[in-house]
T-cell receptor, first 114, second 111 residues
């Protein structure tokens, strides 16, 4: 089945450790996105990529890094510089790089920093 | 202020009644307005969208209306059912290549 797969679903880490969240899609979409979701805050854009080997910062990129070496993969690293990393992270892809097309979301990764 | 604002933040309706959620946006260049539904523990899913050259769009029990002059758009759910209980997000295009999301509405359908 086509879709977006995020892993792990739940992740616990100690303060000061870097964490990498995986996002894989087999929809053949060029554009991929990472959002952070906090209670009552909606979805805030961390990074996005419109094409392989290219990505741009979103609204809250500080303390995060990404790579886009393959079309189907867009991993997100939450670094120790991110001051408040505990959150629900959502990855999405789209066949429209203009922002004016359907986003297909994964089921999310919940990160808890102890 | 926020690029996209949603009201109310929580809405409770009796099963069978209608639910209406309203969003306002600030960027007059926005031209695409989707609505997403998020069930507990899952990612959001697109339920309906509208583009700026259309004033209303319907899909069975859901509809979206757009007022570009007033910069607001609304989601209408008729004959609500328990499975409509979820968080609903509106969004609007912001600049190039971006979507700005509202903070979400929790809709509770009371059986």
């Amino acid at each position: 089945d086509g879709g977006i797969t995020q892993s792990p679903k739940y992740l616990f880490r100690k303060e000061g450790q870097n964490v990498t969240l995986s996002c894989e899609q087999n929809l053949n979409h060029d554009a991929m996105y990472w959002y952070r979701q906090d209670p009552g805050q909606g979805l805030r854009l961390i990074y996005y990529s419109q094409i392989v080997n290219d990505f741009q910062k979103g609204d809250i990129a500080e303390g995060y890094s990404v790579s886009r070496e393959k079309k189907e993969s867009f991993p997100l690293t939450v670094t120790s510089a991110q001051k408040n990393p505990t959150a629900f992270y959502l990855c999405a892809s789209s066949n429209s790089g203009s922002g004016a097309g359907e986003l297909f979301f994964g089921e999310g990764s919940r990160l808890t920093v102890l | 202020g926020e690029n996209v604002e949603q009201h109310p933040s929580t809405l409770s309706v009796q099963e069978g009644d209608s639910a209406v959620i309203k969003c306002t946006y600030s960027d007059s260049a926005s031209n695409y307005f989707p609505w997403y539904k998020q069930e507990l523990g899952k990612g959001p899913q697109l339920i309906i969208d509208i583009r700026s050259n259309v004033g209303e769009k319907k899909d069975q029990r859901i509809a979206v209306t757009l007022n570009k002059t007033a910069k607001h758009f609304s989601l209408h759910i008729t004959e609500t059912q328990p499975e409509d209980s979820a968080v609903y997000f509106c969004a609007a295009t912001l600049g190039v290549n971006r979507l700005a999301f509202g903070k979400g509405n929790q809709v509770v359908v009371i059986p």
